[in-house]
């Protein structure tokens, strides 16, 4: 998202997902030094609370765990972020 100033986003994002579609989401703001904490479980397999949740904080970076080191469950939300 973007300020009034025309300035990006300074939210920086890290996502986690297990094998049950429960996803994890931390935005922590650059600017104000806050932390936003998000769980929930992924009820659609385009994984649509995920993309909302990203156009809503719209990171300047985000953070997941390697694929090779990722549980099974993983999958969707590397697939999701690399495909932004």
């Not at 769980?39 to 904080?57: A, D, H, M, P, V």
């Amino acid at each position: 998202m973007e300020d009034d100033g025309g300035e990006r986003s300074s939210f920086v994002a890290g996502l986690i997902e297990n094998r049950a579609k429960e996803v994890g989401m931390a935005a922590f703001d650059l600017r104000s030094a806050s932390l936003h904490l998000s769980q929930y479980i992924e009820t659609s397999s385009s994984y649509q609370n995920t993309k909302t949740l990203l156009r809503f904080y719209d990171p300047c970076v985000i953070i997941v765990p390697p694929n090779k080191l990722a549980a099974d469950g993983m999958v969707g939300v590397s697939e999701l972020v690399d495909r932004c």
